[in-house]
């Protein structure tokens, strides 16, 4: 496939799987790899739903890891879901996975997903440094839907006892209960995520399910690196090198 100026194409090392990258974008981060291996439980066979897809990563990644789904993302702006559907076609996943451009808060789809996965933006609007670059912006800061939004979307394209799979940042807990609860969404799973054993928790996995019965379990602490800098036994196993 051509390159467009500033692209390049990484290996993900999964399945022959790769992916076009822009250098001036936001390129995806261990965050969407660690919430592909958190819902890699969803079973074979099931419809996905992912909210604020970007370059597509997510849809790459479950594509391996949960057999015979299928993918619809969902991406807001132009530029970024084009080139989602540039790598949707590079690892000839057509029959499998279809890329909209669409805002989330005017989707549509009239039909319900047995999962849905999201890894939002992270910062409030008007908080944090704050990029020139467009495209960085939105996708770090909650310019074209908030965290409300995105749960709410969420319930409304999940099956009844579906469940929402969604990575975001530890001080956004509670706001995450709240809208959960809002919409109908129990929380069920809490995963921590430290850059070491000695650091304070960078990211949290969040596993809720629609109508579900109230019962929240705490997983163990999941350490991206160890004492040395390379990465953990876990984080390896996530991205299926051992």
């Keep these: 496939m051509e390159l467009k100026e500033d692209e ?9 799987l790769k992916i076009i990258q822009n250098k001036n974008w936001f390129c995806f981060g261990i965050d969407s790899v660690l919430l592909s291996g958190f819902a890699s439980e969803i079973k074979r066979n099931s419809t996905i739903l992912d909210l604020g897809s970007g370059t597509g990563i997510l849809e790459l990644l479950l594509s391996a ?9 969902v991406e807001v702006q132009k530029e970024v879901a084009e080139l ?10 057509e029959d499998r996975v279809e890329i909209l451009n669409k805002n989330i808060k005017d989707l549509q789809l009239n039909r319900l997903f047995d999962a849905v996965v999201t890894n939002p933006p992270y910062k409030e609007k008007d908080t944090g440094l704050v990029n020139d670059n467009n495209i960085k ?3 770090r800061h909650e310019i074209e839907g908030n965290l409300e939004d995105f749960i709410n979307v969420a319930s409304k394209n999940l099956k009844d006892k579906g469940t929402m799979y969604m990575i975001n940042r530890p001080e956004r807990l509670i706001d ?11 929380p069920k799973e809490l995963q921590l995520v430290y ?12 596993k809720a399910t629609k109508n ?6 705490i997983k163990e602490p999941l350490y991206i690196y160890n004492d040395k800098g390379n990465y953990t ?7 299926n090198k051992i």
Excluded: H, M, T, W
């Design 233 to 239: 036994e876990e984080v390896l196993k996530i991205y």
């Design 212 to 217: 579900a019965k109230k019962y929240l379990k």
């Design 176 to 186: 995450i209960f709240e809208y959960c609860r809002k919409y109908k969404l129990e």
């Design 84 to 93: 989602a559907k540039r790598n949707i076609i590079l690892n000839e996943l």
């Design 137 to 139: 912006l939105i996708s």
């Design 65 to 73: 890891k949960v057999e015979d789904s299928k993918i619809i993302g």
């Design 8 to 16: 390049r194409i990484d290996d993900l090392q999964l399945n022959n």
């Design 195 to 206: 850059s070491n054993i000695k650091g304070k928790p960078v990211l949290v996995l969040i």
